[in-house]
């Protein structure tokens, strides 16, 4: 799942313990102006370990590690790399250098995706692929098949935060995994999308729900992209549906009235799913599936480890696991517990450790999957928690989900609904469960 950290470490003599390293091995020196003032020379000089770069410049330290291809002894980075060995990766890597103990050390740079397979349609996807969320895809001219989205900043330059990448893994690597393998990968520069998953230093990468997180987050950006299928035979189709697989047609939704692309794409996968062809719904599927396969192995019997110690987990390339990660941190089962206002079950909102309180009520990561995984539900919850939204769009939050979050926040909070009927009329109080145990079929929780 992680593919590549950059990582800068500011402390002079942290800096220096690290360059001394006994298997750093040198690798290149470059001089170059200034572009500030064209008279100062700035002097960037390179060691490496195992194609792992450590640049040195003035006043800090990069360290440019791609740690997919690491584990892959820097073949290539299309096969799957499950978190068990992730974490044993950066695990050694850390120990090795002394980063966890380091305290100037800042992680400034992160990529991670999920390699899956679509038959022999996968370069077609590519192509046929136009829009994360309103962000046009632009074609990647260092590799074939490959496409890039990004929002813009004022300067016209590209905006870090969040970066998508798509492409066909199997045309990059023909010799390292099947011809119809693709990659969806989000890569940021910025602290601020790094702290949203959890990360705030690098020892957060040793934890297994920074992971969950990544999960849910490709997940998402899958849900969001737009693909106009071009495969779909048009010869039944009317020309408003044709309409449909035109670029120029989005062109103009963009520019059309405010949520016309939204309401658009919500028209076109109703059409989509009405013919039985669409390729949004196989790609989530796919993806959900594969991401879950990244996760195994957390079930495995051992003995007793010190709890609470990940550092001390033998994780080695082909070693044997001794004992599960979940087992040494110790997470809850939310499968038992439901929420206290819909009676759905929380275990989508874990993991959390032992002894962290319960959510009461379910949260955007139970909403997100049932909105990829279980429509029908969702769509069933959206109506009971926001009846008047004809159009499934919130006035003044940012997203539908934020809208769900904060009814079910105020349905549990307030046992009594703020707006009154009628002037000094008795306010009626909710139905603790908003009548959707019977609409479920399930039982109270006890």
Same mark, same amino acid.
């Given at each position: 799942?992680?593919?590549f950290?950059?990582i800068?470490?500011?402390?002079?003599?942290e800096?220096q313990?690290?360059w001394?390293h006994?298997?750093?091995?040198?690798?290149?020196?470059q001089?170059?102006?200034?572009?500030i003032?064209?008279?100062?020379i700035?002097?960037?000089?390179?060691?490496?370990?195992?194609?792992?770069?450590?640049?040195?410049h003035k006043?800090?330290?990069?360290?440019l590690?791609?740690?997919?291809?690491?584990?892959?002894d820097?073949?290539h980075?299309?096969n799957?790399f499950?978190?068990?060995d992730?974490?044993?990766?950066?695990r050694?890597?850390?120990?090795?250098?002394?980063?966890?103990?380091?305290?100037?050390?800042?992680?400034?740079?992160?990529?991670?995706?999920?390699?899956?397979?679509?038959g022999?349609?996968?370069?077609?996807?590519?192509q046929?692929?136009?829009?994360?969320?309103?962000?046009k895809?632009?074609a990647?001219?260092?590799?074939?098949?490959?496409?890039?989205?990004?929002?813009i900043?004022?300067?016209?330059?590209?905006?870090?935060y969040?970066i998508?990448?798509w492409?066909?893994?199997?045309?990059q690597?023909?010799?390292y995994?099947?011809?119809?393998?693709?990659?969806?990968?989000?890569?940021?520069?910025?602290?601020q999308?790094?702290?949203?998953?959890g990360?705030?230093a690098?020892n957060?990468?040793?934890?297994?729900?920074?992971?969950?997180?990544?999960?849910?987050?490709?997940?998402?950006?899958?849900?969001?992209?737009?693909?106009?299928d071009q495969?779909?035979?048009?010869?039944s189709l009317?020309?408003?549906?044709?309409?449909?697989?035109?670029p120029y047609?989005w062109?103009?939704?963009?520019?059309?009235?405010?949520?016309q692309?939204?309401?658009?794409?919500?028209?076109?996968f109703?059409?989509?799913?009405?013919?039985?062809?669409?390729?949004?719904?196989?790609?989530?599927?796919?993806?959900n599936?594969?991401?879950?396969?990244?996760?195994?192995?957390?079930?495995?019997?051992?003995a007793?480890?010190p709890?609470q110690?990940?550092?001390s987990?033998?994780?080695a390339?082909?070693?044997d696991?001794p004992?599960?990660?979940?087992?040494?941190c110790?997470?809850t089962?939310?499968?038992?517990?439901?929420?206290k206002?819909t009676g759905l #079950?929380?275990? @989508?909102?874990?993991?959390?450790k032992?002894g %962290? =309180?319960v959510?009461n009520?379910?949260?955007? !990561?139970t $909403? /997100?999957?049932?909105q990829i995984?279980d429509?029908h539900?969702?769509?069933r919850?959206r109506?009971?928690? #926001?009846?008047? @939204?004809?159009?499934?769009?919130p006035?003044f %939050? =940012?997203?539908?989900?934020?809208?769900?979050? !904060?009814? $079910? /926040?105020n349905?549990?909070?307030?046992s009594?609904?703020?707006?009154?009927k009628?002037y000094?009329?008795?306010?009626?109080?909710?139905?603790?469960?908003?009548?959707?145990?019977?609409?479920f079929?399930?039982?109270?929780?006890?």
């Open positions: 799942m992680l593919d950290l950059k800068i470490v500011f402390d002079k003599d800096v313990n690290i001394n006994p298997d750093l091995v040198w690798y290149d020196h001089e170059r102006l200034s572009h003032d064209y008279q100062t700035i002097v960037k000089e390179t060691k490496e370990f195992n194609k792992v770069l450590f640049c040195k006043r800090k330290l990069e360290i590690f791609s740690v997919h291809r690491f584990y892959n820097n073949l980075n299309a799957d499950k978190v068990i992730c974490i044993g990766v950066l050694d890597f850390f120990t090795k250098f002394g980063l966890l103990t380091m305290q100037s050390v800042k992680l400034v740079g992160l990529e991670y995706g999920i390699n899956f397979r679509m022999s349609y996968a370069p077609k996807i590519i046929h692929t136009e829009y994360w969320k309103r962000t895809f632009l990647d001219d260092e590799l074939g098949y490959s496409k890039k989205s990004f929002t900043k004022n300067n016209g330059r590209a905006n870090g969040k998508i990448k492409y066909s893994k199997g045309v690597f023909p010799k995994c099947h011809k119809d393998t693709i990659r969806l990968e989000i890569k940021t520069r910025q602290a999308y790094l702290k949203k998953i990360i705030t690098i957060d990468l040793l934890k297994l729900e920074v992971y969950y997180e990544m999960k849910e987050e490709i997940l998402l950006t899958a849900s969001e992209i737009l693909i106009l495969t779909i035979e048009k010869k009317t020309e408003s549906e044709r309409d449909y697989l035109n047609t062109i103009n939704f963009i520019n059309g009235y405010r949520n692309f939204n309401r658009e794409k919500e028209k076109y109703e059409f989509l799913n009405k013919i039985g062809q669409n390729v949004h719904t196989t790609i989530r599927n796919k993806i599936e594969k991401v879950s396969e990244l996760f195994e192995n957390y079930l495995e019997i051992g007793d480890l709890p110690n990940l550092a987990i033998s994780t390339k082909g070693a696991l004992v599960c990660i979940k087992q040494v110790t997470f089962d939310l499968s038992k517990y439901r929420c206002v #079950i929380l275990e @989508n909102e874990g993991p959390i032992e %962290e =309180r959510p009520y379910i949260r955007s !990561k $909403l /997100r999957y049932l995984n429509p539900t969702f769509e919850l109506m009971d928690l #926001i009846p008047n @939204n004809k159009h499934s769009r006035k %939050e =940012r997203s539908l989900i934020t809208h769900m979050c !904060k009814q $079910l /926040r349905r549990f909070h307030n009594i609904r703020i707006k009154q009628g000094n009329k008795p306010k009626p109080k909710f139905n603790e469960q908003l009548n959707l145990y019977q609409a079929g399930l039982e109270h929780a006890s």
